[in-house]
Nanobody, 116 residues
Framework: QVQLVDSGGGLVQPGGSLRLSCAAS????????MGWYRQAPGKQRDLVAT???????NYADSVKGRFTISRDNAKNMVYLQMNSLKPEDTAVYLC??????????WGQGTQVTVSS
């Protein structure tokens, strides 16, 4: 059974930084695309960033230059370093894993609040 556990969210002032972590278990993730999505209240779930097993990354335009996604294949971990945070980054951030078979799984989410 695939399980994803998100962590690292919290309250931060505008301009601050946070690092999110996602621990994956229950399968081999080498060939899976891992990523982060976010969902603000009353809004749809949006892509933040993804990373392939080979390290190819993709970012939403709104976070390019501020967020960095990385993964540790040996530890089955994916990270999201978020710098220069803005109030509009406030959302629940969810870890996602998508296998080549198109099966996908979600973490429980971690709240990020950017406010002074």
């Amino acid at each position: 059974q695939v399980q994803l556990v998100d962590s690292g969210g919290g309250l931060v002032q505008p301009g601050g930084s946070l690092r999110l972590s996602c621990a994956a278990s229950g399968s081999r993730f080498t060939f899976a695309v891992m990523g982060w999505y976010r969902q603000a209240p009353g809004k749809q779930r949006d892509l933040v960033a993804t990373i392939t097993g080979g390290g190819t990354t993709n970012y939403a335009d709104s976070v390019k230059g501020r967020f960095t996604i990385s993964r540790d294949n040996a530890k089955n971990m994916v990270y999201l370093q978020m710098n220069s945070l803005k109030p509009e980054d406030t959302a629940v951030y969810l870890c996602n894993v998508r296998f080549p078979s198109s099966r996908e799984y979600w973490g429980q989410g971690t709240q990020v609040t950017v406010s002074s």
